[in-house]
Protein backbone atom coordinates (compact mmCIF):
# COMPACT_ATOMS: atom_id res chain seq x y z
CA UNK A 1 0.00 0.00 0.00
CA UNK A 2 3.28 2.37 0.70
CA UNK A 3 4.57 1.85 -2.57
CA UNK A 4 1.23 2.66 -3.97
CA UNK A 5 0.75 5.76 -2.60
CA UNK A 6 4.76 6.45 -3.31
CA UNK A 7 4.05 5.19 -7.04
CA UNK A 8 0.76 8.06 -7.17
CA UNK A 9 2.57 10.63 -5.82
CA UNK A 10 5.38 10.93 -8.36
CA UNK A 11 3.19 10.36 -10.90
CA UNK A 12 1.57 13.16 -9.64
CA UNK A 13 4.76 15.29 -10.10
CA UNK A 14 5.62 14.38 -12.81
CA UNK A 15 2.37 14.80 -14.35
CA UNK A 16 2.20 18.46 -13.02
CA UNK A 17 5.12 19.00 -15.21
CA UNK A 18 3.47 17.84 -18.60
CA UNK A 19 0.52 19.83 -18.20
CA UNK A 20 -0.67 23.04 -18.05
CA UNK A 21 -2.17 24.41 -14.95
CA UNK A 22 -5.89 24.07 -16.08
CA UNK A 23 -5.43 20.63 -17.65
CA UNK A 24 -3.26 19.59 -14.36
CA UNK A 25 -6.48 20.66 -12.10
CA UNK A 26 -8.65 18.91 -14.24
CA UNK A 27 -6.77 15.74 -14.07
CA UNK A 28 -6.83 15.82 -9.85
CA UNK A 29 -10.47 16.53 -10.21
CA UNK A 30 -10.58 12.81 -12.14
CA UNK A 31 -8.28 11.09 -10.02
CA UNK A 32 -10.42 12.24 -6.96
CA UNK A 33 -13.87 11.23 -8.61
CA UNK A 34 -12.57 7.78 -10.15
CA UNK A 35 -11.19 6.79 -6.38
CA UNK A 36 -15.39 8.01 -4.96
CA UNK A 37 -16.66 5.89 -8.10
CA UNK A 38 -14.21 2.82 -7.22
CA UNK A 39 -15.16 2.82 -3.89
CA UNK A 40 -18.76 2.69 -4.71
CA UNK A 41 -18.58 0.09 -7.45
CA UNK A 42 -15.82 -2.26 -5.16
CA UNK A 43 -13.15 -1.51 -7.46
CA UNK A 44 -8.96 -0.76 -6.60
CA UNK A 45 -9.05 2.86 -5.43
CA UNK A 46 -5.27 3.11 -6.00
CA UNK A 47 -5.69 1.82 -9.92
CA UNK A 48 -8.28 4.20 -10.60
CA UNK A 49 -6.08 7.32 -9.08
CA UNK A 50 -3.56 5.93 -11.19
CA UNK A 51 -5.59 5.50 -13.89
CA UNK A 52 -6.82 8.86 -13.35
CA UNK A 53 -3.78 10.93 -12.68
CA UNK A 54 -2.61 9.64 -16.00
CA UNK A 55 -5.50 9.66 -18.43
CA UNK A 56 -4.48 12.88 -20.01
CA UNK A 57 -0.73 12.61 -19.85
CA UNK A 58 -0.33 13.20 -23.49
CA UNK A 59 -2.57 16.20 -23.64
CA UNK A 60 0.35 18.74 -23.53
CA UNK A 61 1.65 17.41 -26.61
CA UNK A 62 1.29 19.45 -30.20
CA UNK A 63 -0.38 17.90 -32.69
CA UNK A 64 2.40 17.33 -35.08
CA UNK A 65 4.34 15.12 -32.30
CA UNK A 66 1.88 13.40 -31.73
CA UNK A 67 0.92 11.96 -34.95
CA UNK A 68 4.87 11.72 -35.04
CA UNK A 69 5.33 9.62 -31.95
CA UNK A 70 2.09 7.13 -32.87
CA UNK A 71 3.78 6.71 -36.81
CA UNK A 72 7.71 5.91 -34.54
CA UNK A 73 5.91 3.49 -32.12
CA UNK A 74 4.10 2.25 -34.72
CA UNK A 75 0.50 3.14 -33.13
CA UNK A 76 -2.55 3.11 -35.80
CA UNK A 77 -3.60 6.79 -36.57
CA UNK A 78 -7.67 6.71 -38.29
CA UNK A 79 -9.10 8.89 -40.79
CA UNK A 80 -10.70 10.49 -37.85
CA UNK A 81 -7.41 11.12 -35.48
CA UNK A 82 -5.30 11.81 -38.92
CA UNK A 83 -8.25 14.96 -39.07
CA UNK A 84 -7.99 15.47 -35.54
CA UNK A 85 -4.94 14.78 -33.72
CA UNK A 86 -6.27 15.71 -30.47
CA UNK A 87 -7.80 12.57 -30.45
CA UNK A 88 -4.98 10.68 -30.09
CA UNK A 89 -3.57 11.69 -26.62
CA UNK A 90 -5.92 8.73 -25.33
CA UNK A 91 -4.37 6.33 -27.25
CA UNK A 92 -0.87 7.77 -26.74
CA UNK A 93 -1.09 8.73 -23.62
CA UNK A 94 -1.67 4.50 -23.12
CA UNK A 95 1.60 4.01 -24.55
CA UNK A 96 3.37 6.81 -22.38
CA UNK A 97 2.02 5.67 -19.13
CA UNK A 98 3.80 2.13 -20.00
CA UNK A 99 6.86 3.59 -21.50
CA UNK A 100 7.20 6.59 -19.19
CA UNK A 101 5.55 5.82 -16.31
CA UNK A 102 6.36 1.85 -16.27
CA UNK A 103 2.77 0.79 -15.98
CA UNK A 104 2.45 -2.53 -16.91
CA UNK A 105 -1.54 -2.98 -15.36
CA UNK A 106 -3.18 -4.16 -18.83
CA UNK A 107 -6.46 -2.94 -17.06
CA UNK A 108 -4.94 0.79 -16.32
CA UNK A 109 -3.59 0.65 -19.44
CA UNK A 110 -7.14 0.04 -21.09
CA UNK A 111 -8.98 2.59 -19.35
CA UNK A 112 -6.65 5.27 -20.53
CA UNK A 113 -6.39 4.35 -24.41
CA UNK A 114 -10.55 3.95 -24.42
CA UNK A 115 -11.23 7.16 -21.82
CA UNK A 116 -12.29 9.03 -25.02
CA UNK A 117 -14.51 7.18 -27.26
CA UNK A 118 -15.20 4.20 -24.60
CA UNK A 119 -15.50 0.76 -26.46
CA UNK A 120 -18.06 -1.97 -26.60
CA UNK A 121 -17.20 -4.67 -23.59
CA UNK A 122 -16.05 -2.42 -21.36
CA UNK A 123 -15.03 -3.56 -17.74
CA UNK A 124 -16.04 -1.31 -14.65
CA UNK A 125 -12.98 0.04 -14.15
CA UNK A 126 -13.03 1.55 -17.70
CA UNK A 127 -16.41 3.04 -17.32
CA UNK A 128 -14.89 4.30 -14.40
CA UNK A 129 -12.38 6.10 -15.41
CA UNK A 130 -14.83 7.46 -18.47
CA UNK A 131 -17.00 8.81 -16.79
CA UNK A 132 -14.89 10.20 -14.20
CA UNK A 133 -13.24 12.35 -16.63
CA UNK A 134 -16.68 13.63 -17.80
CA UNK A 135 -18.23 14.39 -14.19
CA UNK A 136 -14.83 15.48 -12.07
CA UNK A 137 -16.02 18.39 -10.10
CA UNK A 138 -13.91 21.02 -12.45
CA UNK A 139 -16.45 20.44 -15.37
CA UNK A 140 -19.21 23.18 -16.01
CA UNK A 141 -20.42 23.21 -19.19
CA UNK A 142 -21.71 20.11 -19.98
CA UNK A 143 -25.74 20.03 -20.13
CA UNK A 144 -27.26 18.23 -16.96
CA UNK A 145 -24.11 17.11 -14.81
CA UNK A 146 -25.63 17.58 -11.54
CA UNK A 147 -27.86 14.96 -13.02
CA UNK A 148 -25.18 12.59 -14.76
CA UNK A 149 -22.80 12.80 -11.10
CA UNK A 150 -26.13 11.60 -9.05
CA UNK A 151 -26.57 8.94 -11.80
CA UNK A 152 -23.08 7.84 -12.06
CA UNK A 153 -23.22 6.79 -8.74
CA UNK A 154 -26.35 5.12 -9.02
CA UNK A 155 -26.42 3.27 -12.18
CA UNK A 156 -23.22 3.10 -13.99
CA UNK A 157 -24.36 1.64 -17.55
CA UNK A 158 -26.94 4.20 -17.60
CA UNK A 159 -24.68 7.11 -16.46
CA UNK A 160 -22.52 5.44 -19.54
CA UNK A 161 -25.08 5.47 -22.37
CA UNK A 162 -26.62 9.35 -21.20
CA UNK A 163 -23.17 10.45 -21.60
CA UNK A 164 -22.19 8.77 -25.00
CA UNK A 165 -25.19 10.02 -26.24
CA UNK A 166 -24.16 13.44 -25.31
CA UNK A 167 -20.93 13.82 -26.39
CA UNK A 168 -22.71 12.21 -29.66
CA UNK A 169 -24.64 14.87 -30.18
CA UNK A 170 -22.58 18.00 -29.24
CA UNK A 171 -20.10 16.59 -31.67
CA UNK A 172 -22.43 16.87 -34.46
CA UNK A 173 -23.44 20.30 -33.47
CA UNK A 174 -20.28 21.56 -33.84
CA UNK A 175 -19.96 19.44 -37.11
CA UNK A 176 -16.69 18.09 -35.35
CA UNK A 177 -15.48 14.55 -36.44
CA UNK A 178 -17.07 11.85 -34.35
CA UNK A 179 -14.74 8.97 -33.56
CA UNK A 180 -16.23 5.77 -35.10
CA UNK A 181 -15.28 3.85 -31.94
CA UNK A 182 -17.25 6.30 -30.02
CA UNK A 183 -20.30 5.59 -32.21
CA UNK A 184 -20.23 1.63 -32.16
CA UNK A 185 -19.72 2.20 -28.10
CA UNK A 186 -23.11 4.12 -27.77
CA UNK A 187 -24.68 1.46 -30.10
CA UNK A 188 -23.69 -1.38 -27.85
CA UNK A 189 -24.63 0.42 -24.32
CA UNK A 190 -27.81 1.75 -26.05
CA UNK A 191 -29.02 -1.87 -27.02
CA UNK A 192 -29.35 -0.04 -30.59
CA UNK A 193 -28.83 -2.61 -33.62
CA UNK A 194 -25.38 -1.79 -35.80
CA UNK A 195 -26.25 -0.20 -39.10
CA UNK A 196 -25.26 -2.85 -41.11
CA UNK A 197 -28.24 -4.79 -39.21
CA UNK A 198 -30.64 -1.95 -40.03
Given amino acids: MKSEKNELKKIQKEVEKLLDGKRFEHT ?7 ACLAMRYGEDVEKARIAGMLHDCAKGISDEKKLSTCKKAGLPVSDAEQANPGLLHAKLGAYL ?3 EFGITDPEILRAIKFHTTGRPGMSTFEKIIYIADYIEPGRRTAPNLDEKRRMAFEDLDLALVVILRDILEYLRECGQPVDPVTEETYRYYAGEPEEDDA
Avoid: C, D, Q, R
Avoid at 28 to 34: D, S
Fill in 28 to 34: LGVAYTA
Fill in 97 to 99: AEK
